[in-house]
């Protein structure tokens, strides 16, 4: 059964025999469409970097805040593409205690500058929008951390989960039939 307090992926969690979850036969893995493929999310992530010198996780949350928490990337996907950045020579890399502080280099202003156009399209493609669905937003966010303290609550409790998951489920289904 997949556990909400082990932080594990649904998928992951399928993987190592833990049952209902997406990718398990009569589960098919849904997964939204990816707002960055790697080589865009470099663009954001080295204007992030150019704004200020940041470290990996400062970057995570930053694209999180800016997409209104309807994205955050994953360290698995920032901090390859972060050192392919210093590859590159666009990102030089401090100590910052035991962090390592990312600052761009003169080399990763003139890319940016080069791309400016495309920076910007991405920049505006991720900073979420002001408007209509601004309290659908924060109503997303209390929901998710509505469904995780309850679902980390105490000991693992398999009825409380299906309660969840259930919950989510006709939720999901009353959106999707007003379409």
């Known amino acids: 059964m997949f556990h909400l307090l ?14 209902d979850a997406p ?22 992530v080295l204007q992030l970097i150019a704004d200020k010198p940041r470290h990996g996780y400062d970057i995570i949350k930053a694209i999180e805040q800016r997409a209104g928490g309807a994205y955050a990337p994953s360290p698995g996907a920032i901090y390859p593409l972060m050192h392919g950045l210093v590859e590159h020579g666009y990102v030089a890399v401090s100590l910052d205690g035991n962090k390592k502080l ?6 990763g202003l003139a890319f940016l500058e080069a791309n400016r156009a495309y920076v910007d399209a991405i920049a505006a493609r991720v900073d979420a929008p002001a408007g209509a669905d601004d309290d659908l937003r924060h109503l997303m966010h209390e929901l998710k951390a509505a469904v995780l303290a309850r679902g980390r609550a105490g000991e693992p409790d398999a009825a409380r989960l299906d309660a969840i998951r259930a919950i989510l489920r006709q939720a999901r289904s009353a959106v999707e039939a007003l379409a």
């Open 102 to 107: 990312h600052n761009i280099t003169p080399e």
């Open 23 to 44: 990718g398990t036969p009569g589960h098919p893995v849904a997964r939204g469409p990816k707002m960055f493929d790697a080589g865009t999310l470099r663009y954001l």
């Open 6 to 19: 082990h932080g594990m992926h649904p998928v992951r969690a399928a993987a190592h025999g833990q049952g």
